[in-house]
């Protein structure tokens, strides 16, 4: 765990998809997205070579800074390290947890994919400073991932205290649905990548996390 | 520059590649191939995900230390630092040799691919701490690759004195016309990786490539 890190910053985070733009700029879907809410963003690169992931890795660096908001790299401690982002982000095919708080130390925060209760305290025993669980909801994004849903997002919040992200068909229907099991935040893909008005979508995911979040902190209990 | 490199170890440096190994089990090509005389393995993987180029990158460093030689890794330096690697090769492709250095420190070596004088200076000038300069003569490993030849790697020692392997279409036949143009070794794939007889193949190149070395290591000038 690092200090860096702060779970509020899971409220609404972006997770990039080069497809789902359907061709428009991923900068400007991005400017859009964060002034509609987006609190993190992470780039997801799965087919570009080292060379070219660094280039948008490090574009996207100066447009999250100069937005206010972290930026996380999917997959790749190299590059996270190499472009200067605040985070990683780690699934079952990357680096093990480990290995990554080995090679970054401090310097950046780490996220882990775990879709069990067992895999969300591995992944905190190893050094996670937070988890991504899903797939909350049946999505096209990721065909291979099975459905969880937010009841098991809430065993897993209970059983290990973590920041933890829901992902995987999340919209502005269902959001709250994942927040009210206990999620710190929403991570979305198409729900705003691949709407004509990304600002407004975001807009109204973050209205619909924050509406379940809200009530609980609110509550003297 | 690091003290860990050794340019002898570029005598006969093979590259590794899955595709050309004709579903024979890599470990056992790297073993007869180092039998036969090869002095470096670099490992190159593009098609496995991290996890995966991470579990044959650890296999490939207990195998290689066993055998006695230097492990490089090909692109990536997160997978080189968390296998424990001796090395990292970087292409045009691949994390600049700066941004590397800054990740590894003085744990990597360092390999670059030059492909022209202005090229090499740069690469020794950002740190790399040895050069791969080809293609030495045609080859089907890499479709992309112009065929530069042993004039332009004469022409890049003589500007750098840099250590320097030749690679691309090398085999038995061509080794010592690239030892001759004053490699310190040559790099080769196919024509071991292919060969039924990896060991012998990799034995009648590093006849021909010595053969080129020895006489000038014996000449009293």
Redo the contacts between chains.
Sequence with gaps: MILLFDKKRLLLYLCTDRALAMGRPLAALVEAAVAGGVTMVQLREKGL????F?EEARAMRALTKRLGVPLVIN?????A??AGADGVHLG?????VE?AR??AGGRLFIGATARSVEAARAAKEAGADYLGVGAMFPTGTKSDTVTIGPATLRAIKEATGMPTVGIGGVNARNAALVTAAGADGVAVVSAILSKPDAEAAARAIRKAAEGAIRPARDNPE
């Design positions: 070579n080292t060379r070219d660094l997959d790749r401690v190299d590059i390290l190499a079952g095919n990357d680096l093990p290995a080995a090679l």
